[in-house]
T-cell receptor, first 114, second 110 residues
């Protein structure tokens, strides 16, 4: 079945540091890939997505590229801010009868210090 | 446009009690689903629906029931709450290949 593996957390960075959160997946066919962000006490918000190989999703300075050859969708940001402190979830959605169902990674807690 | 609305936001139940988590969306989405979020486990799919009158089980359906009598509403029922059902519950609906989440319902079973 489908699965998503994220790097172990928590991740602690200083403001303006470079961020990478690794995400690899296993899926049949050609899934769509997502990053969701959850701020403390809130629900999940879609951060970015990519629907086919080599697509780059980007939003709010975050980027991730759909790499089919390495089955990866790593999240990056060049300069993090304190306001980026949150939990980040990588997820995939396969087509066919499972279309629309998301499979999530376990989440990575990011804390950014001033 | 309210998006996906969940109620209640917080609830404490005693073991064996029943309750319903409400979910409504005003975007006319056919696909809706319920997830639970537990520490270190990400989100896991409980039940989903591809349209009114159609529901199916997800990854962790035991102890939960759902129904879909209208496009807008997708309630989740706990028939006899257990401490293992202490979790944060998220309802979601889909448009295209993007899924929109409600703000979550924090449930504690004591």
């Amino acid at each position: 079945g489908d699965s998503v593996t994220q790097m172990e957390g928590p991740v602690t960075l200083s403001e303006e540091a470079f961020l990478t959160i690794n995400c690899t997946y296993t899926a049949t066919g050609y899934p769509s890939l997502f990053w969701y962000v959850q701020y403390p006490g809130e629900g999940l918000q879609l951060l970015l997505k990519a629907t086919k190989a080599d697509d780059k999703g980007s939003n709010k300075g975050f980027e991730a590229t759909y790499r089919k050859e390495t089955t990866s969708f790593h999240l990056e940001k060049g300069s993090v801010q304190v306001s980026d402190s949150a939990v980040y979830f990588c997820a995939l959605s396969s087509g066919g009868t499972s279309y629309g169902k998301l499979t999530f990674g376990q989440g990575t807690i990011l804390t950014v210090h001033p | 446009n309210a998006g996906v609305t969940q109620t209640p936001k917080f609830q404490v139940l005693k073991t064996g009690q029943s309750m319903t988590l409400q979910c409504a969306q005003d975007m006319n989405h056919e696909y809706m689903s319920w997830y639970r979020q537990d520490p270190g486990m990400g989100l896991r799919l409980i039940h989903y629906s591809v349209g009114a009158g159609i529901t199916d089980q997800g990854e962790v359906p035991n102890g939960y029931n759902v129904s879909r009598s209208t496009t807008e509403d997708f309630p989740l029922r706990l028939l006899s709450a257990a401490p293992s059902q202490t979790s944060v519950y998220f309802c979601a609906s889909r448009a295209g290949n993007t899924i929109y989440f409600g703000e979550g319902s924090w449930l504690t079973v004591v």
